[in-house]
Nanobody, 125 residues
Framework: QVQLGESGGGLVQAGGSLRLSCAAS????????MAWFRQAPGKEREIVAA????????YYAASVKGRFKISRDNAKNTVHLQMNSLKPEDTADYYC??????????????????WGQGTQVTVSS
């Protein structure tokens, strides 16, 4: 069992930055690929970024590539999402998720085993 808890959301002006963190319980964190998803009001959940077990492989959605960076610290059971040059369209609830499936399964089929409760990000224009 893994419990995930996100933090770091808030209100920021367009062009600003936020760093989201996700802390995981348990001793098997390094056994999970990790991902960040987001869901804007009235829209479907979408994957934003994903990172492999060791952090050596990362995926980004086209809409955030070059602005967001996902990283993980297996010693501290944490995964981060550094978000720069934020835009109003980045406004959403952001969720971290953990999955044992392959990174591509997580990316294309959202096959995650555990989800956090989410943290809200609001970007004002």
């Amino acid at each position: 069992q893994v419990q995930l808890g996100e933090s770091g959301g808030g209100l920021v002006q367009a062009g600003g930055s936020l760093r989201l963190s996700c802390a995981a319980s348990g001793r098997t964190f390094s056994s999970f690929h990790m991902a960040w998803f987001r869901q804007a009001p009235g829209k479907e959940r979408e994957i934003v970024a994903a990172i492999s077990l060791s952090g050596g492989v990362t995926y980004y959605a086209a809409s955030v590539k070059g602005r967001f960076k996902i990283s993980r610290d297996n010693a501290k059971n944490t995964v981060h999402l550094q978000m720069n040059s934020l835009k109003p369209e980045d406004t959403a609830d952001y969720y971290c998720a953990a999955g044992r499936a392959s990174l591509s399964s997580i990316w294309y089929r959202y096959e995650c085993d555990y989800w956090g409760q989410g943290t809200q990000v609001t970007v004002s224009s």
